[in-house]
């Protein structure tokens, strides 16, 4: 088992910024990827970011580079999501995944724990 707990979503003003932890607990010596999707009303799970557990490998959405950066601290257990220049379309329930098995992965299937998820609402 690993814990999730995700933190940090609020409600902001578009063009403003906003930081997401994300605090692992349990087994977190297996994982291999942390990362984070968003759901927003009435549509499906999408990735956002990822980032390898054991190497520098980072991942982005389209939608979200150059915006969004994603970072660890092993020491702490920690996974922080800073979202710079935040945008309506951001607005979504901000979920944070670890992934056990070998390799990163993008898709949601690929992932193996779950947090419960932050609200993020992005007014204009």
């Known amino acids: 088992q690993v814990p999730l707990v995700e933190s940090g979503g609020r409600l902001v003003q578009a063009g403003g910024s906003l930081r997401l932890s994300c605090a692992a607990s349990?087994?977190?010596?297996?994982?291999?990827?942390m990362g984070w999707f968003r759901q927003a009303p009435g549509k499906e799970r999408e990735f956002v970011a990822a980032?390898?557990?054991?190497?520098?490998?980072?991942y982005y959405a389209t939608s979200v580079k150059g915006r969004f950066t994603i970072s660890r601290d092993n020491a702490k257990n920690t996974v922080v999501l800073q979202m710079n220049n935040l945008k309506l379309e951001d607005t979504a329930v901000y979920y944070c995944?670890?992934?056990?098995?070998?390799?990163?992965?993008?898709?949601?299937?690929?992932?193996?724990?779950w947090g419960q998820g932050t609200q993020v609402t992005v007014a204009a």
């Open positions: 995944a670890a992934r056990l098995r070998f390799g990163a992965s993008t898709d949601y299937s690929g992932y193996d724990y």
């Open positions: 349990g087994r977190t010596f297996s994982t291999t990827t």
């Open positions: 980032i390898s557990w054991t190497d520098t490998n980072t």
